[in-house]
């Protein structure tokens, strides 16, 4: 399975903004699929995770709004908005695939990372 990020950058604190991750490969719409961050000099981070069908979704921001996980099985994407940013958002995305954990023990599959920059 080969995951891609897409839609990283440079942002300003309070703005918004989509990642986005394509899986391809055998069998990628059989995994379940999720975000990760690292932010410098620290462990890297849950952020959330959808299931394989879509209808289930975890997410470290839960109940705040600031974060939201979705998957598009007819693409095999799944898109991370991020919503108010604060500079502690500063981090390498990353997106991931398993084929039987939804959360963070997700391990399977690992893209590069897109990095996102928030200034203050």
């Known amino acids: 399975v080969q995951l891609v990020e897409s839609g990283g950058g440079l942002v300003q604190g309070g703005d918004s903004l989509t990642l986005s991750c394509a899986a391809s490969g055998r069998a990628s719409s ?14 890297r981070e849950f952020v959330g995770a959808v299931s394989i069908s879509g209808s289930k979704t975890y997410n470290i921001d839960a109940g705040k709004g ?3 996980i979705a998957r598009d099985n007819g693409d095999n994407t799944v898109l991370l908005q991020l919503n108010r940013f604060t500079p502690e958002d500063t981090a390498v995305y990353y997106c991931s695939a398993d084929n039987s954990r939804v959360g963070p023990g997700m391990e399977d599959y690992w893209g590069k990372g897109t990095q996102v920059t928030v200034s203050s």
């Open 30 to 43: 059989m995994y379940s699929m999720g975000w990760f961050r690292q932010s410098p000099g620290k462990e």
């Open 66 to 68: 600031r974060f939201s």
